[in-house]
């Protein structure tokens, strides 16, 4: 009668079933089709947060998707429900999204009342589970509402505790002439995840395996079944099986259907928004161009307008100009960058800082026809700041029509190995020491197990290494993106469930920054940018200190500040204050703005791995004739020396030499960027490589240029980017040449940022002959200040242990009237035991005469007087006139690191130089003179790296009290000394100095520990 030839699996959970599936989503999508099945449905728990991903390999391989969740009732029931058509995906959204921000943050509870008053255009599939009335009265309710689009689900898998539920749920379902529907819970896509199910399940409760017990499903009957087994499972009941298919027959939703529109502009005395943009344009070009709007300019102008207005996009341009406005008039840095940097819309708006059309910038970098894309504004705001812009856009939108999107927190080997050792039982230590050698990204590697002691041929340490890297890559949580925004014309919740984020005043949705491109959503970005919170702290103290009153747009250019960067003299200059940063400038010698774009750009993946870095060096140092591979791409190459170091060179490129259109040109990019995953760079190769070689154009630059593209998609940086982070980074590198003091103390107040920790710094400002006073109780204040030109005093923030709360007593009592004794101090203060003891330790009350162990007693002992004051014994006051010796400069310095990250006494290695001078170590800045020598250096760590494009190469930076080292470990050398390497403060190196184009490299051959009897505590900055 059924004719069964398949079936449709209908309740499955991914991985965003966050710590219950053990699949991905596309994982699942994949195993269904290789089965044969015509379609799947993601049932994940209380949200969608993997349909994108899902629906994007479902359309890949023609397979149908239905989308749907399991939904959680009030009375910790459940419910599945499947979208039949875009009404049904509206009031699913709007179902999770009544769950989840009617709960705290991480919980979604939703009444049957909503359940049912959202109904409409969802199918509803009620478990197995209550034997009394009130499941009789939740049936009959659903059956109301939902009418034929009610089902009564069966579940089989192998367990004898679901054959009497499933016998009820039979007799339930002819009691009220409901339909059955053959299911099971599938929670992976093959039955060898069972193991990781069982570790994420451990995980979720807290619980070890062996402390698991029933928490565990009872078998491995929960993957995706052929048809032929889940026929055969379901045998005597086919019309259950039969509805699997019904049911996917009535699902005609898919994510191609969402009908997104942004939010229009509210209309001005009848002005369109189309209108509103264009007179605001030609307003803001007036003010660019001092009423003398350059012809070129004008006729760009007026092609942008036309295409914004024919895509639709006003709304989107007139939202970020609102948003500038609104910092402009909160004193709030920002500026926008990234492709947006191509449009000379946006430079009039005021929203970018470059000029495109002089600087000669492809728009179609930034919107084209034929990609008919929204365009991605990126705007940097003053971190600090940041909240007061996001508040502003729910004002300005409202609650309901905007929400934040999402970031998904995956699990990296050192989480993973974590999480899983402790499911598998193993220590804490153990576990600690192991994931102190694993990088941030990758996987776990064998050669780290072994170093930390792990024996790869124990079983436990093999489903250790198996489990772990399993588990990397899936999702934890779901967090907040830095500044990403969705807006709509109608509520956000129609569109995605929408939750509470942690954060108070914000809601998120559950997609992240991808899938909403992947949707072709519209999202504005307002991102935190640590240097725009630098600089405006540093154009403040000049104020305070000078005063002087300059801007980021009006700082002055000159030669001073490009001498101090030709030298790699970056340390806290943005962008350009990386260790390979501060390489290559010595060789490519910046003299102008834009070799400072240059310099941004030719330190990434894109130049280097397109082989473009060294001949462009070669000819900008007259080492190698300037030469174009044809005289069509002169006007293209010539600001570069004919080698492509831009996307929008590239582009250029194909669209003169082999006749891409500009949208077809920025397709070409964007195929590239996902060509590991898609294979979509197939398409291009050959006719970009064979057009180009049509035109006279060497077959071997074409290639390059199709290796750089490769490059360049995946770690893209166009030269609009370069051009909007290079006017940071030369007002920062201007800043420090002139004011060291406003600019280190500035750069101390804006931490965390950048690459330094507070030592280097603090050792850079006293190299530029500035004086930095110590932490003082009767002088810091919470940050650092700039009390007199060239001198810093160091703020009590960088106490550790001590929070704003503390500082505030000590301010008030001081306010009150000055300090006269250390115990005035400690009376008036009130401050607990703790606190008084870490201010004791970092020095900051050895201004009242007292060395830091008398401070460290008196402080103990006031506390005791404190708490012993109503006790029937009294004490004698003997304790207060224990006199104790100073302590040396090991322990100075030594403390001062410990407590606060940093020493004003001096540098931990200055402390052992003469010892290491006698056994001829020498300092940063004597090594240059040891070129082409094998030396022995020792250096504190301060910065690890293992760029992706390097082949396994490490670079490190060292540290003395001269300056700095650049450390290169090639692969083979890393790896036989990884675990000093990745693990000891301070570094014995010994290796061949290098030295070229004023650049100096120490070629470690041999790593050691240094024999050093007392040493601070240092932290480094690894692998970031």
Same mark, same amino acid.
């Given at each position: ?22 699949? *991905? ?33 479902? +359309? ?7 989308? @749907? ?118 929670? %992976?896509?093959?039955?060898?995840? +069972? ?120 709304? =989107? ?18 500026? &926008? ?20 059309? +002089? ?39 409202? !609650? ?10 995956? =699990? ?40 930390? &002691? ?50 108070? &005043? ?72 990386? !260790? ?79 006749? =891409? ?34 035109? @006279? ?17 995946? =770690? ?26 406003? $600019? ?53 923030? *960088? ?49 009242? &005469? ?33 006199? $104790? ?11 001062? %690191? ?127």
């Amino acid at each position: 009668m059924y004719g069964l030839k398949s079936y449709v699996p209908l309740w499955c959970k991914s991985n965003f079933s966050f710590l219950e599936g053990a699949s *991905h989503p596309e994982e699942l999508v994949e195993e269904a089709h290789r089965l044969g099945l015509t379609a799947i449905a993601i049932t994940d728990i209380d949200g969608v947060y993997g349909i994108v991903r899902a629906h994007v390999r479902a +359309k890949a391989l023609g397979i149908q998707l239905i989308i @749907g969740s399991q939904i959680t009732l009030a009375d910790n029931s459940h419910l599945i429900l499947l979208t039949r058509d875009h009404t049904g995906y509206q009031n699913l959204c709007r179902i999770i999204s009544k769950g989840r921000l009617e709960n705290p943050k991480g919980s979604c509870v939703v009444s049957l009342r909503t359940v049912c008053r959202y109904a409409n255009g969802l199918i509803a599939l009620r478990p197995p589970g209550g034997t009394d009335k009130k499941e009789t009265t939740v049936v009959e309710t659903l059956k109301k509402y939902f009418e034929d689009s009610l089902y009564l689900m069966v579940t089989r898998h192998k367990i004898a505790e679901e054959v009497k539920p499933n016998a009820l749920q039979r007799e339930r379902a002819g009691t009220h002439n409901l339909p059955i529907v053959a299911t099971t819970e599938v929670l %992976y896509h093959t039955r060898a995840r +069972k193991s990781l199910q069982d570790v994420v399940t451990c995980i979720r409760h807290g619980v070890t395996l062996a402390e698991a017990r029933r928490k565990l499903r009872g078998n491995c009957e929960h993957h995706l079944q052929s048809t032929a087994a889940f026929i055969s499972l379901f045998a005597e009941i086919p019309e259950a099986v039969a509805a699997t298919t019904h049911i996917a027959s009535q699902c005609h939703f898919n994510l191609d259907q969402i009908n997104y529109r942004y939010p229009s502009e509210v209309n001005q005395a009848g002005i369109s928004s189309f209108e509103r943009l264009r007179i605001l344009t030609f307003e803001g070009a007036r003010r660019r161009y001092n009423n003398a709007i350059p012809q070129n300019t004008i006729a760009q102008l007026n092609e942008e307008l036309s295409l914004i207005n024919e895509l639709d996009y006003p709304g =989107y341009f007139l939202t970020m100009y609102e948003i500038v406005e609104f910092c402009k008039q909160q004193n709030i840095l920002c500026q &926008g960058r990234g492709s947006a940097a191509n449009s000379a819309v946006c430079f009039c708006l005021g929203i970018t800082s470059v000029d495109p059309v +002089k600087m000669n910038l492809l728009f179609e970098r930034f919107i084209s026809r034929e990609r008919n894309e929204p365009p991605d504004i990126d705007l940097d705001i003053e971190h600090n700041r940041r909240e007061e812009v996001i508040q502003h856009v729910y004002e300005r939108y409202g !609650r309901s029509h905007a929400a934040m999107v999402a970031v998904v927190v995956r =699990y990296r080997p050192r989480s993973a190995v974590r999480e899983v050792g402790k499911t598998l039982g193993i220590d804490d230590i153990s576990l600690g020491r192991l994931s102190k050698l694993l990088s941030r990204y990758g996987t776990l590697d064998t050669e780290s197990m072994t170093a930390a &002691g792990f024996s790869l041929e124990a079983p436990l340490y093999q489903l250790l290494y198996q489990l772990t890297n399993e588990l990397v890559d899936f999702p934890r949580h779901l967090s907040i993106h830095p500044g990403g925004f969705i807006l709509g014309s109608e509520p956000v919740h129609q569109l995605v469930p929408v939750e509470n984020a942690t954060m108070p &005043g914000r809601t998120v949705i559950q997609w992240d920054k991808d899938d909403v491109e992947t949707l072709g959503l519209f999202k504005v970005d307002l991102l935190g940018l640590g240097a725009l919170h630098h600089l405006h702290l540093c154009f403040d103290l000049l104020k305070e200190t000078r005063p002087l009153n300059i801007g980021l747009a009006t700082i002055p250019h000159d030669d001073a500040t490009y001498e101090m960067i030709q030298q790699g003299d970056t340390i806290g200059v943005f962008q350009i204050e990386s !260790r390979a940063q501060m390489s290559m400038l010595p060789r490519l010698r910046p003299k102008t703005f834009y070799d400072l774009v240059i310099q941004i750009s030719i330190v990434r993946p894109g130049p280097i791995t397109g082989g473009m870095v060294h001949p462009y060096l070669a000819r900008r140092n007259g080492e190698e004739k300037i030469t174009y591979p044809h005289l069509s791409l002169e006007p293209v190459l010539k600001k570069t020396l004919g080698i492509p170091l831009f996307q929008e060179q590239v582009m250029k490129i194909a669209i003169i030499a082999a006749d =891409y259109t500009p949208g077809e040109a920025d397709q070409l990019r964007r195929d590239m960027a996902a060509w590991k995953k898609s294979g979509r760079i197939e398409r291009h190769q050959e006719r970009l490589i064979s057009r180009m070689e049509k035109k @006279g154009i060497a077959k071997e630059f074409a290639i390059r240029v199709f290796e750089q593209i490769r490059g360049f998609g995946e =770690y893209g940086f166009p030269e609009s980017h370069a051009a909007s982070f290079a006017l940071i980074s030369y007002a920062s590198a201007y800043l420090r040449r002139h004011y060291p003091a406003e $600019f280190s103390c500035a750069l101390l107040n804006a931490l965390p940022m950048g690459f330094y920790m507070p030592s280097t710094i603090v050792e850079d400002a006293k190299h530029k002959g500035v004086a930095v006073y110590r932490i003082n109780v009767k002088k810091s204040m919470w940050f650092c200040t700039v009390p007199q030109h060239n001198t810093i005093q160091m703020g009590l923030r *960088h106490v550790k242990g001590i929070g704003k709360q503390h500082f505030e007593q000590i301010f008030t009592a001081r306010q009150q009237a000055p300090f006269k004794s250390l115990d005035d101090f400690f009376t008036r203060t009130t401050l607990p035991a703790h606190v008084q003891k870490q201010l004791a330790l970092a020095g900051a009350l050895e201004c009242f &005469g007292a060395n830091r162990r008398n401070a460290l007693w008196q402080g103990l002992a006031v506390h005791h007087d404190n708490t012993s004051a109503n006790t029937a014994i009294s004490l004698p006051d003997s304790h207060s006139h224990v006199a $104790f010796e100073n302590i040396n400069d090991f322990n100075t310095i030594g403390w001062d %690191y410990d407590i606060t990250g940093h020493s004003t006494t001096g540098h931990p290695l200055c402390l052992f130089r003469e010892t290491l001078s006698r056994k001829k170590i020498p300092t940063a800045d004597e090594i240059s003179k040891y070129k082409d020598r094998q030396i022995h250096y020792v250096g504190m760590v301060i910065c690890r790296q293992r760029p992706s494009t390097a082949a396994g190469v490490v670079f490190m930076t060292l540290e003395d009290e001269t300056g700095f080292v650049n450390l290169i470990c090639f692969k083979d050398i890393f790896e036989k000394y990884k675990l000093i390497a990745k693990t000891t403060p301070i570094l014995g190196v010994t290796g061949k100095v290098q030295y070229q184009d004023g650049v100096t490299h120490l070629i470690a051959q041999h790593l050691w520990k240094p024999k050093l009897k007392e040493s601070a505590t240092t932290t480094s900055r690894d692998f970031k």
